[in-house]
């Protein structure tokens, strides 16, 4: 997969609890390779994280805050990762 700026892109998904969901999405972006964090509950999608390099903190608080009232409201959800895609042998 090719992002919209040409670097190459991985998707992944994962199961997660409601209770599980802000401590996952805090490690996720803690991470730094994460480009977009997409929430999806039941197969439809609830919100969107767009994540750009420099982008932490106060900008992405107030989306951290909506996944905590979100999880309190479903029991299971998928979060689908969209990471930057790192070569293996780097030259």
Known sequence: MTGSNGTATVSEEIR???TQL???VTELIAAGNVRKIIL???G???IEIPLTI???GTLVAPQVAALGAIAALIAECTIEIIRIDVPANIS
């Open 22 to 24: 802000v401590d996952k």
């Open 54 to 56: 420099g982008v932490i």
């Open 16 to 18: 997660v609890r409601g």
């Open 40 to 42: 999806k509950h039941d």
């Open 44 to 46: 439809r999608t609830i």
